[in-house]
């Protein structure tokens, strides 16, 4: 149920009878309690096109809402701003509708076929903090597409495909031995080899030769290289396996296999005049950038934008996507800003594909700092995510005692849910200060926080016996406005989607669940002399507020505890 979008097509219509020409009806949430639920502020707008008194405009649509049902009270204040209040009545009817799985979130009427983009790391690298921003952010927007309806599919774009497997060959060559045994420890492989490569011209000179010589196809080489990639991609499924992460082999679409088309790319982009050649280098560009953006070097070779527009082809025209998303860092900006744009003019994504670049900002260290290792390395991930979930085992064995499996299950719910959670609840486009205590807290928006909030519930329900319903009747005003919350979701989760903004939803989950524990004080649900009635709408909005908490974690990839 979307009542906002309900009460934008009121407005809609009651224009329409007014006969006055507004294009964009969008109200808003109140920006005060006292001020009721929601606001429309575009009379003042339409009283300047129509050189007419706004708070006389104001005045006119109010008394058109006023034959409306859905609302309690409606008031026109200051210059012609209109305030909105919920009529109770319609909120207790529309309550039984969120005790289902979805609580009561609609599928889209026009589901569209979606490739999100994410994770895709750097094989033979250590997979960095800035590729689990990626995975965690990433995985929460396909999640939120895909239970709005749409057809997503969860591409992997990883790197395996550079110069640094030059590299990796020389030294294994080398270094002859076990394959297995070397790349036991991938990271510390690559060090050891960019160390000698760093140091040794003639190594250097070797590991370009074997580039050249993979690059042409040579069996040998590939076979050492494909050993790598493996090796380097059970390091990630490990990650994504802890993390619960939906990514697997099926998913990964590397850029390797977009070799074969690279030539045409650069062919097609050429006969068609948006790439032309500069020192030798084939190029595209741009009136507000002094780079451009480079296809084809001077030497011949492909680079990383050849890939991309390859894969934008792939992705547009075989499979069929209607919006791509790219979960990267923000310091690619550029580069895909000049790719979708070098994609539009050849013709390879038309105007009605949307290619986005979901952006997030670094992560830092308490002090501001780019997020490492006490001795300056790179924090290996899965190191990260024991930690936390240790980190959890400790703060909830001090509130309470667990057998050692229940321990084990708890901790590792809450550890990853903490990490995940923290990561989503800030404004993505923000650098993220990674902090252990308050990811960790009981107190605040974080994913204990929500979790304890859902088993508190859980714990109700089950005292009070076999969930029986009823009627809801909404007592005071604590009441109406959780039940109007807890029917928002589809509302928050509609402009997630548009946005394509994790934090959406964790500013609505932390509302929503800080509401329920100011209800749940003020009124009590279980205690002796409760009526039975009141007992049982109260039973209703707990379990309809379970729903909506159970609903918005799932899709934040973070799974509730029934017991804490
Ligand atoms: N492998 C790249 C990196 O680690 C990210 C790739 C993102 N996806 C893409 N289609 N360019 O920086």
């Given at each position: 149920m979307q009542i906002k979008s309900q009460i934008n097509t009121i407005l809609q219509n009651i224009f329409k009878e007014l006969e006055i020409e507004a294009p964009n009806v969008a109200i808003s949430d109140a920006t005060k309690v006292e001020f009721g639920d929601y606001q429309y502020n575009g009379a003042m707008a339409l009283a300047k096109a129509l050189k007419k008194n706004p708070r006389e405009i104001a005045q006119n649509i109010a008394s058109e809402l006023e034959k409306e049902k859905l609302f309690s009270k409606i008031e026109v204040a200051g210059p012609g701003f209109i305030n909105l209040t919920i009529n109770k009545e319609f909120l207790e009817q529309e309550l039984a509708s969120v005790l289902d799985s979805r609580a009561g979130v609609k599928q889209k009427d026009n589901p569209i076929k979606v490739v999100v983009d994410y994770s895709s790391p750097n094989m033979a690298k250590q997979m960095h903090v800035g590729h689990l921003r990626s995975t965690i952010i990433g995985d929460t927007i396909a999640n939120l597409f895909e239970f709005l309806g749409d057809e997503v599919i969860r591409q992997?774009?990883?790197?395996?495909?550079?110069?640094?497997f030059g590299m990796l060959i020389a030294y294994f060559e080398e270094n002859q031995a076990n394959i297995d045994a070397k790349l036991s420890d991938l990271e510390e492989f690559y060090k050891a080899a960019k160390k000698r490569f760093d140091e040794s011209d003639e190594f250097a000179d070797k590991s370009r030769e074997y580039v050249v010589k993979l690059q042409g196809g040579d069996e040998g080489c590939l076979r050492l290289w494909s050993a790598f990639i493996e090796k380097s991609l059970e390091h990630c499924q490990e990650v994504y396996d802890t993390l619960g992460v939906k990514l697997d082999k099926s998913n990964v679409k590397s850029e390797s296999s977009y070799n074969s088309d690279l030539a045409n790319i650069v062919t097609m982009l050429e006969e068609k005049g948006v790439a032309q050649e500069s020192q030798g280098a084939k190029c595209i560009f741009f009136e507000d950038s002094q780079n451009p953006l480079i296809i084809?070097?001077?030497?011949g070779g492909y680079l990383y934008a050849t890939t991309d527009l390859a894969a934008i082809k792939y992705r547009v025209q075989e499979l069929g996507a209607k919006r791509v998303c790219y979960v990267v860092d923000a310091r690619q900006a550029e580069h895909f800003k000049q790719v979708f744009e070098a994609a539009r003019r050849a013709g390879i994504a038309s105007s009605d594909v949307l290619l986005e670049h979901i952006a997030f900002g670094m992560m830092l260290d308490k002090s501001g700092r780019?997020?490492?290792?006490?001795?300056g390395g790179t924090v290996k991930l899965i190191d990260l995510i024991n930690e936390a979930v240790n980190r959890a085992k400790e703060v909830i064995s001090r509130a309470n005692e667990y057998d050692e499996a229940e321990l084990e299950h708890i901790a590792k719910v809450i550890g990853i849910g903490s990490l995940k959670y923290a990561d989503l609840s800030i404004n993505r486009t923000s650098n993220y200060i990674f902090n252990w205590d308050k990811m960790l807290s009981l107190d605040g928006n974080t994913a204990l926080y929500m979790q304890y909030a859902y088993a508190r519930i859980n714990s109700i329900l089950t005292k009070a016996g076999e969930f029986v319903g009823g009627k809801v009747v909404l007592n005071d005003e604590l009441e109406r406005r959780l039940a109007l919350k807890v029917l928002s979701l589809e509302d928050t989760l509609q402009k997630a989607y548009k946005e394509a903004m994790p934090h959406i939803i964790t500013t609505y989950l932390y509302e929503l669940a800080t509401l329920f524990m100011r209800f749940y004080e003020q009124n009590p649900i279980l205690k002796d002399g409760v009526d039975e009635d009141i007992k049982k709408s109260r039973l209703i909005l707990a379990k309809a507020t379970a729903n909506a908490i159970k609903v918005g974690l799932n899709i934040l990839g973070i799974e509730v505890l029934e017991r804490i």
């Amino acid at each position: 149920m979307q009542i906002k979008s309900q009460i934008n097509t009121i407005l809609q219509n009651i224009f329409k009878e007014l006969e006055i020409e507004a294009p964009n009806v969008a109200i808003s949430d109140a920006t005060k309690v006292e001020f009721g639920d929601y606001q429309y502020n575009g009379a003042m707008a339409l009283a300047k096109a129509l050189k007419k008194n706004p708070r006389e405009i104001a005045q006119n649509i109010a008394s058109e809402l006023e034959k409306e049902k859905l609302f309690s009270k409606i008031e026109v204040a200051g210059p012609g701003f209109i305030n909105l209040t919920i009529n109770k009545e319609f909120l207790e009817q529309e309550l039984a509708s969120v005790l289902d799985s979805r609580a009561g979130v609609k599928q889209k009427d026009n589901p569209i076929k979606v490739v999100v983009d994410y994770s895709s790391p750097n094989m033979a690298k250590q997979m960095h903090v800035g590729h689990l921003r990626s995975t965690i952010i990433g995985d929460t927007i396909a999640n939120l597409f895909e239970f709005l309806g749409d057809e997503v599919i969860r591409q992997n774009h990883i790197g395996d495909w550079g110069t640094q497997f030059g590299m990796l060959i020389a030294y294994f060559e080398e270094n002859q031995a076990n394959i297995d045994a070397k790349l036991s420890d991938l990271e510390e492989f690559y060090k050891a080899a960019k160390k000698r490569f760093d140091e040794s011209d003639e190594f250097a000179d070797k590991s370009r030769e074997y580039v050249v010589k993979l690059q042409g196809g040579d069996e040998g080489c590939l076979r050492l290289w494909s050993a790598f990639i493996e090796k380097s991609l059970e390091h990630c499924q490990e990650v994504y396996d802890t993390l619960g992460v939906k990514l697997d082999k099926s998913n990964v679409k590397s850029e390797s296999s977009y070799n074969s088309d690279l030539a045409n790319i650069v062919t097609m982009l050429e006969e068609k005049g948006v790439a032309q050649e500069s020192q030798g280098a084939k190029c595209i560009f741009f009136e507000d950038s002094q780079n451009p953006l480079i296809i084809q070097k001077s030497d011949g070779g492909y680079l990383y934008a050849t890939t991309d527009l390859a894969a934008i082809k792939y992705r547009v025209q075989e499979l069929g996507a209607k919006r791509v998303c790219y979960v990267v860092d923000a310091r690619q900006a550029e580069h895909f800003k000049q790719v979708f744009e070098a994609a539009r003019r050849a013709g390879i994504a038309s105007s009605d594909v949307l290619l986005e670049h979901i952006a997030f900002g670094m992560m830092l260290d308490k002090s501001g700092r780019p997020f490492k290792t006490r001795d300056g390395g790179t924090v290996k991930l899965i190191d990260l995510i024991n930690e936390a979930v240790n980190r959890a085992k400790e703060v909830i064995s001090r509130a309470n005692e667990y057998d050692e499996a229940e321990l084990e299950h708890i901790a590792k719910v809450i550890g990853i849910g903490s990490l995940k959670y923290a990561d989503l609840s800030i404004n993505r486009t923000s650098n993220y200060i990674f902090n252990w205590d308050k990811m960790l807290s009981l107190d605040g928006n974080t994913a204990l926080y929500m979790q304890y909030a859902y088993a508190r519930i859980n714990s109700i329900l089950t005292k009070a016996g076999e969930f029986v319903g009823g009627k809801v009747v909404l007592n005071d005003e604590l009441e109406r406005r959780l039940a109007l919350k807890v029917l928002s979701l589809e509302d928050t989760l509609q402009k997630a989607y548009k946005e394509a903004m994790p934090h959406i939803i964790t500013t609505y989950l932390y509302e929503l669940a800080t509401l329920f524990m100011r209800f749940y004080e003020q009124n009590p649900i279980l205690k002796d002399g409760v009526d039975e009635d009141i007992k049982k709408s109260r039973l209703i909005l707990a379990k309809a507020t379970a729903n909506a908490i159970k609903v918005g974690l799932n899709i934040l990839g973070i799974e509730v505890l029934e017991r804490i």
